[in-house]
């Protein structure tokens, strides 16, 4: 039984870490006209609603996409993700968040595709919704770590795949690297980006192993964490694996984070690294 909703966290600094790297890397591919398709294991609802119950328990977004999304002294290769934030908030108040498949579906050409796969029984009727209107949109009520191998190689075999678990299950960590190794050897070629959470060293330590095991080449790691590893208070930080980063992906984050790490922890809490696990 999932209980996670993604309504509780969007907007929040992992969001924001997550998606401005999601964007910059769709954006690299957008840059040649053969067709793309993107896929998304644990899509979520799609659209947030920040003025929503969720939302204002948390507040989360408050530490994380409030800070940014008015600024006007950012970097610019934050500049895609925000303009497109910005665009759902048109009267100058901050109250739309769009999630991942949102997020690419502003961006996406006539001719690309999504997947975008969801288990949750209350979120995937809420994500149809949002895309039954678009045929270059499939919605999929699937286990998304078994849903990846089969969905792959897509027939633009060009396109990027987000692997984004909720990590309501340890096992989530071992589940989504096997996902990801079952996929790749069916498309060696696809980008892949998986979200972690930094809540325990060791475990992030584990997950590294893991993807080390596998024999993949090209696996960038980039992570930003708000808080001291040993902090007891929830998330410290999390970070994004990337296969087969696009060309200058490394350069443009090891701009991008610390930027951010100085404008989502100002007092230098937790840390920033930009580094290749795996290279050639
Ligand atoms: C972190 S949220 C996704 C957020 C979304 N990717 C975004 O960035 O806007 C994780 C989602 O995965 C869903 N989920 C959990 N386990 C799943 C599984 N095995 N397969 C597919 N979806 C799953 C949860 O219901 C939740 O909506």
Redesign the pocket.
């Known amino acids: 039984m999932?209980s996670?909703?993604?309504a509780f966290?969007?907007g929040n600094f992992a969001?924001v870490i997550?998606?401005a790297t999601l964007t910059l890397a769709l954006q690299s591919l957008l840059k040649k006209a053969a067709p793309l398709c993107y896929l998304?294991?644990?899509?979520?609802?799609g659209t947030?609603d920040l003025h929503g119950a969720p939302a204002r328990k948390t507040g989360e977004a408050r530490d994380g996409i409030q800070r940014l999304w008015q600024r006007t002294d950012i970097p610019e290769t934050l500049a895609p993700y925000l303009d497109i934030v910005r665009a759902f908030n048109a009267d100058k108040e901050l109250r739309y968040y769009p999630?991942?498949?949102?997020?690419v579906h502003s961006q996406l050409r006539a001719n690309d595709r999504m997947v975008l796969?969801?288990?949750?029984t209350t979120?995937y009727p809420l994500l149809k919704q949002e895309f039954t209107a678009d045929a270059r949109v499939a919605v999929h009520h699937?286990?998304?770590?078994e849903?990846l191998k089969a969905f792959v190689p897509p027939k633009e075999r060009r396109g990027i795949a987000?692997v984004?678990?909720?990590y309501?299950i340890k096992t989530?960590f071992d589940?989504a690297v096997a996902a990801i190794h079952a996929a790749y050897e069916r498309w060696a070629t696809g980008v892949y980006l998986l979200?972690y959470p930094v809540l325990e060293r060791t475990l992030v330590n584990r997950l590294e192993r893991r993807l080390h095991e596998t024999g993949i080449k090209k696996i960038l790691l980039a992570e930003l964490c708000v808080r001291a590893d040993d902090s007891a208070t929830g998330l410290n930080g999390c970070g994004m694996v990337v296969i087969n980063p696009p060309w200058q992906l490394d350069e443009q984050l090891k701009t991008l984070l610390p930027w951010l790490h100085q404008v989502l922890a100002p007092k230098g809490a937790g840390g920033q690294r930009v580094e290749w696990l795996v290279h050639e």
């Open positions: 999932l996670y909703r993604h966290h969007a969001d997550k998606h998304d294991t644990h899509a979520g609802s947030y999630g991942s498949p949102r997020l796969m969801e288990l949750h979120e699937v286990n998304g770590f849903g987000l984004d678990p909720s309501e989530d589940n979200w």
